[in-house]
Structures are given as structure tokens and as C-alpha cells.
């Protein structure tokens, strides 16, 4: 395992991850603007941090206060090492699970009782099925995520993702350097 990241705040903050091998880790800037974004609503969310790595989105929403947290990422190591994160810090409400994105979240879908009210997905910036991405999230029988419900996807700076996919409209882009965060509603 790499050396890793640091949880950026909450009662958490400052506590460090383990990162996976391969993983590239949202920068702690990038994290702080995110939750500094969602602000009071990660307080009671269920939250669902998809391409999670080494967790430290979804640990951090546990640390501010989410109800709970799925962590899902495709590679073994991560699963393992978010796992172990999430146990080292104590980290309660915080579960794992291993799946291929975005084709297992039809799976997933079918398996959750209640819809996440926050998603964050970090996928490699080789990634190209950002719509598809999308329209997994909020398409189906049984949507992963609540009506008025906010995604906010981690891309690199040089793409341009959709302003609207299904009920959800793009209500914002920051950037930070290489990096951005489009922010996105789910309407009705």
C-alpha cells in the first residue's frame, strides 16, 4: 500500500488512509470544496461513493455525519483496503462492496431498500461512460438516487460532461486545476 491521505474533516479529520495500489486519490482541496458544497446536507444522508479507491470520500461523509456510507469500487485491493480503512478508523456505517461500474449498479439497484441522497463518483479520467454513468443512477424500477437528490462526479478538467441526463440537470462545475467537480439534481 501506499502512504495515503488524510481525512480532511469531521471528527475524523486528519486521521490518514491507506491508499490501493493504482489509485489516484482525490486531493484533499478537491475533498474540502466537495463537502464545503454539500455543506449541512451530509448529515443524515445515506451516501454512495462509487470508484472509491481508498474510501476517503465516503470515510470523510461518515465522519460529518452521514447515516450511512456504501463504498463501491471493481478493484479487489480496493474493496480490501477501503475495508481496512474504514475498521482502522472506526468508521461506522461505512460498507463495501465489489462491483463492476457502471454495469453492476443495475444489480445494486435491485438490492437497496432506500435511495442515497448523495453520490460521489470518481472514476479513472480514461473513463468515457460518464452519461451512462448518470442514467444507471437515476434510470430503472427503483433509482439509486432520491428525488432532489445530488451527484457530484470528479473528472478531469478537460472534459465537458452532459447538462442534463434524464431527471438530472447539471447545476454547477468548479474546477482545481486538472481536476473538476460537476454537480448534479435530480429533478422530480
Same mark, same amino acid.
Given at each position: 500500500?501506499?502512504?495515503?491521505? $488524510?481525512?480532511?474533516? =469531521?471528527?475524523?479529520?486528519? *486521521?490518514? %488512509?491507506?491508499? +490501493?495500489? &493504482?489509485?489516484?486519490?482525490?486531493? /484533499? @482541496? ?57 475498521? $482502522?478508523?472506526?468508521? =461506522?456505517?461505512?460498507?463495501? *462492496?465489489? %462491483?463492476?461500474? +457502471?454495469? &453492476?449498479?443495475?444489480?445494486?439497484? /435491485? @438490492? ?57 440537470? $447539471? ?9 473538476? %467537480? ?7
Amino acid at each position: 500500500m501506499k502512504p495515503g491521505v $488524510r481525512v480532511s474533516g =469531521g471528527e475524523l479529520r486528519g *486521521r490518514g %488512509l491507506a491508499v +490501493p495500489p &493504482g489509485a489516484r486519490p482525490t486531493e /484533499g @482541496r478537491v475533498r474540502e470544496a466537495l463537502f464545503s458544497i454539500w455543506g449541512e446536507s451530509v448529515a443524515g444522508a445515506r451516501v454512495l461513493d462509487l470508484f472509491a479507491g481508498s474510501g476517503a470520500v465516503g470515510i470523510e461523509a461518515a465522519g460529518r455525519g452521514a447515516l450511512d456510507v456504501l463504498a463501491i469500487d471493481d478493484d479487489p485491493r480496493a474493496v480490501r483496503t477501503i475495508a481496512e480503512n474504514a475498521a $482502522r478508523l472506526a468508521a =461506522g456505517g461505512v460498507a463495501v *462492496r465489489r %462491483l463492476r461500474l +457502471p454495469a &453492476g449498479l443495475a444489480r445494486l439497484a /435491485g @438490492r437497496e431498500a432506500d435511495p442515497f441522497d448523495l453520490v460521489f463518483a470518481d472514476p479513472p479520467y480514461a473513463f468515457t461512460g460518464y452519461a451512462a454513468l448518470l442514467a444507471a443512477l437515476v434510470g430503472g424500477p427503483s433509482p439509486l438516487l432520491a428525488p432532489g437528490g445530488d451527484i457530484a462526479v470528479e473528472h478531469s478538467s478537460r472534459l465537458d460532461l452532459p447538462l442534463e441526463v434524464g431527471p438530472l440537470v $447539471r447545476k454547477d462545475v468548479r474546477r482545481y486545476g486538472e481536476s473538476s %467537480l460537476s454537480f448534479y439534481r435530480r429533478l422530480g
